[in-house]
């Protein structure tokens, strides 16, 4: 079967639409024992027009999905951002600590039909999070075998889809200036615009200028908000605010 | 500040290779938790530490290491062919115009920021010594917790073989072309950054 994700991996490169790119995976999927697939960035896809979004789930099951505004609090979402290689759904009570609400979630896909899954982290430093999964339907066994093809063809998937994006998207990432980035980690850290400003050695007002800026270049209103944007696209790190 | 070594004499005197060794140390036996030799308790060396490898390595002013990869040739054992055959489904590319990437280690003194940029400069300066010196194809083998930012590259990359779980992870055997179209692969997605200057020195072995 190496052959067919040979085949997969040839093909998505000389790929230029999504509708081409989701028939090819939609096609290997198939050929591999799955049923679904979808590929996504882990925000909600209703208020950022760059995320990547492609899947062929039943429709119903994607609408109320995007209702629930579930994209980036999906326990699969959350659960691959813990890991960087593929697992498979029934791990998800080891890797996560399960809310009543993800188990509705869950239960309700194996409503709609979608039973085991198996899910690819995507994971580029710098970028918001992603993942492909594949699943079968409900009642269907999961080829086990199959699973190190399909960790390759969500891998390729991916970063198919994301070349689709970058020409999509012509504006550049949204970036900070080295003040403002700083700014935002010591925002991020729980420090007031004073605090920064003796840390940076400068006044509260200038603090609270850059701050402004960095809000404006996110496009939101508020210091929570921004510091999220910036952890969630990899402007600042975990790390740098987590450090004691 | 890049720099290529040619070879190597067995004992690592010098400041930069001795930091880089160092550095490998920290990462892949303290870090990554690979089973490999280590030298005095401080330097991790192997077999393939010899006079056929070559060192890419990116340096900064004071000569100290920031972040490195060792170039093996194709044409006699490397890890691939000796270590891990069974991750390619069919004989690997192999050959004068090939060379294997092992060993690509970053500084973990920098911080998030500075390693992205020390990435970029190794990956910019593998691609730039690959055209300098004839290389058409590089393979290597690396851990499947890698593959989406090493294809994010936007370089032509491609599997060997299927991954597979060893003791310290889930690894996969990669090779990647490299053509002049290459550096503007690595610009579409913000990784190019040309090289200047490099301080290239003669085989220090016999």
């Known amino acids: 079967m190496f052959n067919r994700v040979e085949e997969f991996v040839k093909d998505v490169r000389e790929l230029a639409s999504e509708d081409d790119l989701a028939e090819a995976i939609g096609a290997v999927t198939k050929d591999l024992g799955f049923r679904y697939f979808a590929l996504a960035h882990h925000v909600d896809v209703r208020r950022s027009s760059s995320a990547i979004r492609i899947h062929n789930y039943p429709a119903g099951w994607a609408e109320w999905f995007d209702l629930q505004r579930l994209g980036a609090i999906d326990p699969v979402h959350r659960a691959s951002n813990l890991t960087s290689v593929g697992f498979t759904w029934s791990k998800l009570p080891e890797m996560l600590a399960l809310t009543p609400a993800d188990r509705r979630v869950l239960d309700l896909a194996r409503k709609e039909g979608i039973g085991e899954g198996f899910t690819v982290p995507a994971h580029v430093p710098g970028e918001a999070h992603g993942s492909c999964s594949f699943a079968c339907a409900t009642g269907e066994r999961i080829a086990g075998e199959h699973l190190p093809l399909l960790q390759l063809v969500g891998a ?18 949204i970036q900070l200036t080295d003040r403002q980035r700083e700014c935002v980690m010591w925002a991020a850290r729980g420090k007031s615009d004073w605090e920064i400003g003796q840390v940076l050695g400068v006044s509260e007002a200038t603090v609270g200028e850059h701050l402004r800026h960095a809000y404006e270049r996110y496009g939101v209103g508020k210091r929570t908000l921004v510091a999220v944007h910036a952890l969630f696209d990899g402007t600042i790190g975990f790390l740098d605010v987590l450090r004691p | 500040m890049l720099r290529v070594e040619s070879g190597f004499s067995a004992s690592p005197r010098e400041r930069t290779l001795r930091a880089m060794f160092e550095d490998r140390k920290s990462v892949f036996v303290d870090l990554l938790k690979w089973d490999v030799p280590v030298l005095d308790g401080r330097f991790e060396l192997d077999q393939f530490d010899n006079e056929a490898a070559t060192y890419i390595i990116i340096a900064d002013e004071a000569g100290d290491h920031l972040g490195s990869a060792r170039l093996l040739p194709t044409d006699r054992p490397h890890i691939l062919s000796s270590l891990f055959p069974d991750l390619c489904a069919s004989p690997p590319p192999a050959g004068p115009g090939v060379l294997e990437i092992t060993r690509f280690c970053l500084s973990r003194r920098q911080k998030a920021a500075e390693r992205l940029k020390t990435r970029n400069e190794l990956v910019s300066a593998l691609v730039w010594y690959a055209l300098d010196a004839g290389i058409r194809t590089y393979t290597g083998v690396a851990e499947t917790a890698w593959l989406q930012q090493i294809l994010a590259f936007g370089w032509d990359c491609r599997p060997l073989g299927l991954p597979m779980r060893c003791e310290c992870g889930t690894i996969g055997a990669l090779a990647i072309e490299i053509t002049g ?11 190019w950054q040309p090289v200047r200057d490099p301080a290239t020195r003669v085989p220090q072995a016999a």
């Open chain 1, 156 to 173: 390729y998937a991916f970063e198919a889809a994301r070349r689709m994006q970058r020409m999509r998207v012509s504006e550049a990432p």
């Open chain 2, 181 to 191: 179209g290459t550096p503007a692969l690595l610009a579409a997605n913000h990784i």
